[in-house]
């Protein structure tokens, strides 16, 4: 694991939800899961594409119901990012992957948002939470989620979009963002990951988002990599996540190392760390082990992972932060 200090900015707090507090949350709910047990539950992650991952991952949030049960979810995960270096994260969650159940919005954001208060002082990590709209439902969905989301906008700093991609371009969801942004949110968007690098270009022209998650496909598209470099376009890359999706062979054939060659700036997160085999450290670990990356590489993905966070607000803590990355000591590690 690496401790260097970074931030994390594509991490879905779902994605969080260790098969033993799955268990926990199904006891307490009375929610009965397909599965025997913690170990026969994690033998069912072995995925084909980003599809299969996400009918499971849409399953096991049947255990989700209180406000109380996402304050656990989001504590779990604060104690966990804390233990692996983490002192900034811009939080995504799936709004829609509730309401669809009958759990309000508000139960879901009041229910992060009393871990989030308290990161700072109980795990020295600021926070930031990001809403994201499901690409493979509507657009009057999304416009429905945002709407609904107003009473709670003091705890929103920005929306997202992930879910299943390809057939589902960026540009459905123009209007959507269009009033996002007028309500003064951040904007960010999943595009190139299992979609083409066309998706890309739609992301920033057509929504105008400030960062890619993933990005990974922009390597197909020579111009489109040159552009992102010029305009230095955060990337928030999730490797250990491309390599059980199958969007690359193994961690070695991964395109980190070419896109920092290239320019980009790129950062390293987790995604969906309960599934794909590793939180934030233990991806550094592994990207470091993996591409044969030296000490100012791993220092040029924490502070790219500072310099890409939504911290315009508070340039001091930036400024710390980036200080605490150029004086780590690697033999932490
Ligand atoms: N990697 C991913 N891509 C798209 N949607 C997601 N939702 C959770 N993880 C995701
Ligand atoms: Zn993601």
Same mark, same amino acid.
């Given at each position: 694991?690496?401790?260097?200090?970074?931030? =994390?900015?594509?991490?879905?707090?779902?994605?969080?939800?260790?098969?033993?507090?799955?268990?926990?949350?199904?006891?307490?709910?009375?929610?009965?899961?397909?599965?025997? &047990?913690?170990?026969?539950?994690?033998?069912? *992650?072995?995925?084909?594409?980003?599809?299969?991952?996400?009918?499971?991952?849409?399953?096991?949030? %049947?255990?989700?119901?209180? /406000?109380?049960?996402?304050?656990?979810?989001?504590?779990?995960?604060? $104690?966990? !990012?804390?233990?692996?270096?983490?002192?900034?994260?811009?939080?995504?969650?799936?709004?829609?992957?509730?309401?669809?159940?009958?759990?309000?919005?508000?139960?879901?954001?009041?229910?992060? !948002? +009393?871990?989030?208060?308290?990161? =700072?002082?109980?795990?020295?990590?600021?926070?930031?939470?990001?809403?994201?709209?499901?690409?493979?439902?509507?657009?009057?969905?999304?416009?429905?989620?945002?709407?609904? $989301?107003?009473?709670?906008?003091?705890?929103?700093?920005?929306?997202?979009?992930?879910?299943?991609?390809? &057939?589902?371009?960026?540009?459905?969801?123009?209007?959507?963002?269009?009033?996002?942004?007028?309500? &003064?949110?951040?904007?960010?968007?999943? /595009?190139?990951?299992?979609?083409?690098?066309?998706?890309?270009?739609?992301?920033?022209?057509?929504?105008?988002?400030?960062?890619?998650? +993933?990005?990974? #496909?922009?390597?197909?598209?020579?111009?489109?990599?040159?552009?992102?470099?010029?305009?230095?376009?955060?990337?928030?890359?999730?490797?250990?996540?491309?390599?059980?999706?199958?969007?690359?062979?193994?961690? =070695?054939? +991964?395109?980190?190392?070419?896109?920092?060659?290239?320019?980009?700036?790129?950062?390293?997160?987790?995604?969906?760390?309960? *599934?794909?085999?590793?939180?934030?450290?233990?991806?550094?670990? $592994?990207?470091?082990? !993996?591409? /044969?990356?030296?000490? =100012?590489?791993? #220092?040029?993905?924490?502070?790219?992972?500072?310099? $890409? /966070?939504?911290?315009?607000?508070?340039?001091?803590?930036?400024?710390?932060?980036?200080? %605490?990355?150029?004086? *780590?000591?690697?033999?932490?590690?």
């Amino acid at each position: 694991m690496s401790l260097i200090p970074k931030a =994390e900015l594509h991490l879905h707090i779902e994605g969080t939800l260790e098969p033993e507090l799955a268990f926990a949350l199904a006891e307490r709910n009375g929610v009965e899961l397909p599965y025997a &047990g913690t170990e026969d539950l994690r033998k069912a *992650y072995l995925f084909s594409d980003l599809q299969s991952f996400l009918d499971l991952y849409y399953g096991l949030m %049947a255990v989700l119901h209180t /406000a109380n049960d996402f304050t656990d979810l989001a504590e779990a995960y604060l $104690a966990r !990012a804390a233990a692996q270096g983490v002192r900034h994260a811009e939080i995504f969650f799936d709004p829609q992957a509730h309401t669809a159940r009958g759990v309000p919005i508000g139960t879901v954001v009041e229910g992060l !948002a +009393h871990a989030l208060d308290r990161s =700072e002082e109980r795990h020295g990590i600021s926070t930031q939470l990001i809403m994201c709209f499901l690409r493979d439902q509507s657009a009057e969905s999304a416009m429905e989620t945002l709407d609904a $989301a107003k009473p709670y906008l003091h705890h929103i700093a920005g929306v997202g979009l992930d879910s299943a991609e390809v &057939g589902h371009p960026p540009s459905k969801f123009r209007e959507v963002y269009a009033a996002a942004e007028s309500l &003064g949110l951040r904007k960010v968007a999943h /595009a190139g990951e299992e979609g083409p690098p066309a998706y890309i270009r739609e992301a920033l022209d057509v929504l105008g988002v400030e960062r890619i998650d +993933h990005g990974l #496909r922009a390597m197909e598209d020579p111009e489109l990599v040159e552009r992102l470099a010029r305009e230095q376009v955060p990337l928030t890359l999730c490797p250990l996540s491309n390599v059980r999706l199958r969007a690359v062979d193994t961690l =070695e054939d +991964h395109p980190l190392r070419a896109m920092m060659d290239a320019g980009l700036l790129v950062t390293v997160n987790s995604d969906d760390p309960s *599934y794909f085999g590793g939180y934030v450290g233990d991806t550094f670990h $592994a990207v470091r082990e !993996a591409l /044969a990356l030296g000490q =100012e590489q791993l #220092r040029e993905l924490a502070r790219n992972s500072f310099r $890409a /966070a939504f911290l315009d607000h508070d340039e001091p803590r930036r400024e710390r932060y980036l200080a %605490a990355v150029e004086s *780590y000591d690697f033999d932490r590690d």
